[in-house]
T-cell receptor, first 117, second 115 residues
Framework: DTEVTQTPKHLVMGMTNKKSLKCEQHMGHRAMYWYKQKAKKPPELMFVYSYEKLSINESVPSRFSPECPNSSLLNLHLHALQPEDSALYLC????????????????FGEGSWLTVV | GDSVTQMEGPVTLSEEAFLTINCTYTATGYPSLFWYVQYPGEGLQLLLKATKADDKGSNKGFEATYRKETTSFHLEKGSVQVSDSAVYFCALNPPLTGGGNKLTFGTGTQLKVEL
């Protein structure tokens, strides 16, 4: 079962709000990812957690704050966002975050559609 | 750096037509190659993958062969259906990445299949 579950599916928030996106996987994967996708574009990597430690931050503004409470859960805390942050936010996971194998496959969730007003 | 080039879309086909979506890549070493599909309003689904040269990935009637000599991973399907209408992304995963895997995506190709 290759399933990454994201909540909520849709979120509308004001620029002064604080909200969170949540992601869960039960595949025993040790790497988890946040991607941002704008319309008609490929996903862009934001953060990678490997073995519950932040390993990659792609120079994401501090108004996005990731958190990995345990190996199955990944959160993205949102605060003081701008309208241009409106996008589809995709969570993903893979089996081995240490890059030991070239065959690691990244599995994506259905995404959370975020609208900032 | 690594890069993936896909054919521009949209590609419009009649149902039961043959599909080819071209994908070429630039990478050092031997990356893994993937095709992901994104249906309207949904996330990305893994369609197929290949991890070494001459491997053929296949799923749901789609196929792609890892061609090291031409650095290509073209997606094909013999007979498309309306339900195949989606955006298709070619991607690569380099062989050595510390602390996580960094997929490099192509720009995506939108496929529209009409009756």
């Amino acid at each position: 079962d290759t399933e990454v579950t994201q909540t909520p599916k849709h979120l509308v928030m004001g620029m002064t709000n604080k909200k969170s996106l949540k992601c869960e996987q039960h595949m025993g994967h040790r790497a988890m990812y946040w991607y941002k996708q704008k319309a008609k574009k490929p996903p862009e990597l934001m953060f990678v957690y490997s073995y519950e430690k932040l390993s990659i931050n792609e120079s994401v503004p501090s108004r996005f704050s990731p958190e990995c409470p345990n190996s199955s859960l990944l959160n993205l805390h949102l605060h003081a966002l701008q309208p241009e942050d409106s996008a589809l936010y995709l969570c993903a996971s893979s089996q081995d975050g240490a890059g030991k194998s070239s065959g690691n496959t990244i599995y994506f969730g259905e995404g959370s559609w975020l609208t900032v007003v | 750096g690594d890069s993936v080039t896909q054919m521009e879309g949209p590609v419009t086909l009649s149902e039961e037509a043959f599909l080819t979506i071209n994908c070429t890549y630039t990478a050092t070493g031997y990356p893994s190659l993937f095709w992901y599909v994104q249906y309207p309003g949904e996330g990305l689904q893994l369609l197929l993958k290949a991890t070494k040269a001459d491997d053929k990935g296949s799923n749901k009637g789609f196929e792609a062969t890892y061609r090291k000599e031409t650095t290509s991973f073209h997606l094909e399907k013999g007979s498309v259906q309306v339900s195949d209408s989606a955006v298709y992304f070619c991607a690569l995963n380099p062989p050595l990445t510390g602390g996580g895997n960094k997929l490099t995506f192509g720009t995506g190709t939108q496929l529209k299949v009409e009756l």
